[in-house]
Nanobody
Framework: QVQLAESGGRLVQAGESLRLSCAAS????????MGWFRQAPGKEREFLAS????????DYADAVKGRFTISRDNAQSMLYLQMNNLKPEDTAVYYC???????????????WGQGTQVTVSS
């Protein structure tokens, strides 16, 4: 089992950068694939990025490819999402998730954090 807690969300201006963190506890973290998702009001949860348990493989949604970077530090049990050139449409609650297989669907992940709010003003 993995417990997850996101942090780093805040209000930023369009064009700024922000790094989200996800602290994990539980021995399964280093064997788990990880993902970042977001959910805006009135919309479904959206896949952003995933990373394999070793960090060797990453995958991104087209909407964030080239702007967002996912990374992990297994020694510190941390997951990160570096977000550059933020846009108002990036406003959402951001979630980290852990699972046994790397995927782009919410159902691929078994454990979820509570989310952190990111608001991008124009």
């Amino acid at each position: 089992q993995v417990q997850l807690a996101e942090s780093g969300g805040r209000l930023v201006q369009a064009g700024e950068s922000l790094r989200l963190s996800c602290a994990a506890s539980g021995r399964a973290f280093s064997r788990s694939a990880m993902g970042w998702f977001r959910q805006a009001p009135g919309k479904e949860r959206e896949f952003l990025a995933s990373i394999s348990f070793s960090g060797a493989s990453t995958d991104y949604a087209d909407a964030v490819k080239g702007r967002f970077t996912i990374s992990r530090d297994n020694a510190q049990s941390m997951l990160y999402l570096q977000m550059n050139n933020l846009k108002p449409e990036d406003t959402a609650v951001y979630y980290c998730a852990a699972g046994l297989g790397q995927g782009s669907e919410a159902r691929d992940y078994d454990w979820w954090g509570q989310g952190t709010q990111v608001t991008v003003s124009s």
